[in-house]
């Protein structure tokens, strides 16, 4: 078998994810990568064959979207020649993580996908939304990379083909202990405007990961990082709690392992807002946004909040076992239909002699 598997590459969770799932994936024949996106700070670490600059979310110093440079990278011819030169008709399976010129690319070709992970969650009216929708946002989680069938992760199952989270090896492997301090990872926000609410909270010590760092430092109680999933995981496990933003990679990761959660949604990512719902529905502290007295409540959530966990129904071996279940279905639906096409009815009379 032949498999196509697009990658987003805006932020690092569908990188992560991807990394963890190839290897299974490679059980079932030959894998091709295409990454799209330029706003991921992980090094990938797999094998592309196909990239691209893609549909990327960039984000500005205090919490927002950047919606300047965001506009300013679009090109829609760009995309749509990309499209048409995606070979997806060579591919037995295609397998798109919310990858917009891949979705166009199969709709030119009449190509059946499977998107398979996070947003595909959101095509089910159960998945827990803000209480003020919103409709553009709405849209785009519906229609950005749109699909023939969807298996969707989240932190619960709220539907039928929605499964729990894939949490690396790493992580499940790891003996998780305290020693006492908070790993932050808030790519939304600058070091400037964050550091002067953790230097205001002297008797925790905060493990600062960022990309503005190139060189590990340390200011008073803040220890600085630059960004590695390794380092990053490493002080996830030995921490006490976790401060994030609202996606869903790291927050998983972070209730998996038993950690205190504090969360920071992207103000005008809608995909996140959802993600702080179902956080704050589950007891997740949820901040809005940081600002005046952001210390008192980190101060306040570091001494009364308590865990939330999280388990897995499924391995990871079992969700790609399911997903191939679904890729089986789809390619015999593709072969029955095919039979009936306009350009078949020769091999039709041919069968029927």
């Known amino acids: 078998m032949k498999i196509l598997y697009a990658v987003q590459a805006t932020g ?3 990188i992560s994810r991807a990394i963890q799932i190839l290897p299974y994936l490679k059980q079932y024949g030959e894998v091709d990568i295409f990454l799209s996106g330029e706003n991921a700070n992980l090094n990938v670490g797999m094998p592309v064959k196909y990239s691209s600059k893609g549909l990327s979310l960039f984000y500005g110093n205090s919490g927002k979207l950047d919606y300047y440079t965001m506009f300013k990278k679009f090109s829609l011819k760009r995309i749509w020649n990309e499209a048409k030169q995606l070979p997806v008709e060579k591919y037995d399976l295609v397998l798109n ?11 030119f070709k009449n190509v059946p996908s499977i998107q398979f992970g996070h947003q595909a969650s959101f095509q089910s009216a159960l998945t827990p939304r803000p209480k003020k929708k919103d409709l553009l946002g709405e849209f785009i989680l519906k229609n950005y990379a749109p699909s023939t069938k969807y298996l969707g992760l989240h932190f619960e199952s709220y539907d039928a083909n929605i499964y729990n989270p894939i949490i690396k090896s790493e ?5 998780a202990v305290n020693e006492g301090h908070v790993t932050v990872y808030l790519s939304h926000y600058s070091n400037a405007v964050l550091e002067q609410y953790l230097l205001a909270v002297p008797e925790i010590k905060f493990e600062v990961f960022s990309k503005e760092i190139k060189t590990a430092c340390v200011k008073n109680n803040i220890y600085y990082y630059p960004i590695s999933n390794t380092l990053f995981t490493q002080s996830m496990i030995r921490s006490a709690g976790v401060i994030t933003g609202a996606g869903f990679e790291t927050p998983a990761e972070a209730m998996y392992l038993g950690k205190k959660l504090m969360c920071l949604p992207i103000r005008g990512q809608y995909e996140q807002l959802c993600n702080a719902a179902a956080l704050s529905n589950m007891g997740v502290s949820v901040v809005d946004k940081i600002e005046q007295g952001f210390n008192e409540k980190i101060k306040m959530w570091f001494s009364h909040s308590n865990s939330i966990g999280l388990t897995l129904q499924h391995s990871t071996y079992q969700l790609i076992q399911l997903l191939m279940e679904e890729a089986k279905a789809l390619q015999a639906n593709k072969e029955k239909t095919s039979v009936f096409e306009p350009n078949n009815f020769a091999l039709m009379n041919e069968l029927s002699l």
């Not at 010129?101 to 199969?106: Q, V």
């Not at 992580?171 to 003996?175: G, Q, Y």
């Open 97 to 107: 993580d919310f990858e917009s010129i891949t979705s166009l690319a199969c709709k």
């Open 171 to 175: 992580i499940i492997e790891a003996n």
């Open 12 to 14: 690092n969770g569908h």
